[in-house]
Structures are given as structure tokens and as C-alpha cells.
């Protein structure tokens, strides 16, 4: 099997980390991903972590482009994305 395949099982515990800002996103199998028609990756839906210390607070998602995914590694994906290119969701 090519080593260069990732099953998303495996890829379900890598944290993702934005080098950018130095934010974490928690795992991937605690986000979502969109795929597009063709199987291509398109798209990481995070869920936004300032929004998790509040109880009564709105859930917060944060869109980023997969262009902004830099590597993937052994146990993280790194995106390298500046604040005013992410789409906040809400």
C-alpha cells in the first residue's frame, strides 16, 4: 500500500493546529470536513475553541479553505491561516 495514503480512522486523532496564531482546534474527529463530488477535500468546519468556556454561549464554527492545510503530519495537521481569512460561522 502507498505509504502517502491516510485513513480518516487514523486521521480521526490528529490534532489540528493553526501555526499562524498558534490556536488549537481540538482533534479532527471532533470537527467536520467537506468533501466535494470528485472525493476531493474541500473544506474544515472547526469548531471555534474561545466558544467552549461559555455555557450559555452560541456554538462557533470557524470555515477554512483546505489550501490553508500545509502538511499533515504524524499526529497533527498544520493550516497556516491568518484571522481575517477564516470564515466565522455561527
Not at 477535500?41 to 471555534?48: E, N, R, T
Not at 474561545?50 to 503530519?73: A, C, L, N, R, T
Given at each position: 500500500?502507498?505509504?502517502?495514503?491516510?485513513?480518516?480512522?487514523?486521521?480521526?486523532?490528529?490534532?489540528?493546529?493553526?501555526?499562524?496564531?498558534?490556536?488549537?482546534y481540538d482533534y479532527l474527529g471532533n470537527n467536520?470536513?467537506?468533501?466535494?463530488?470528485?472525493?476531493?477535500?474541500?473544506?474544515?468546519?472547526?469548531?471555534?475553541?474561545?466558544?467552549?468556556?461559555?455555557?450559555?454561549?452560541?456554538?462557533?464554527?470557524i470555515e477554512v479553505s483546505w489550501e490553508y492545510?500545509?502538511?499533515?503530519?504524524?499526529?497533527?495537521?498544520?493550516?497556516?491561516?491568518?484571522?481575517?481569512?477564516?470564515?466565522?460561522?455561527?
Amino acid at each position: 500500500m502507498d505509504q502517502n495514503i491516510k485513513y480518516y480512522s487514523e486521521m480521526e486523532r490528529y490534532e489540528i493546529i493553526n501555526i499562524n496564531d498558534g490556536n488549537k482546534y481540538d482533534y479532527l474527529g471532533n470537527n467536520d470536513i467537506i468533501i466535494d463530488s470528485g472525493g476531493n477535500l474541500k473544506i474544515l468546519i472547526l469548531s471555534d475553541s474561545k466558544s467552549k468556556f461559555s455555557i450559555f454561549g452560541k456554538s462557533e464554527f470557524i470555515e477554512v479553505s483546505w489550501e490553508y492545510v500545509k502538511k499533515i503530519g504524524t499526529k497533527t495537521i498544520i493550516i497556516d491561516a491568518e484571522e481575517k481569512n477564516l470564515k466565522k460561522l455561527h
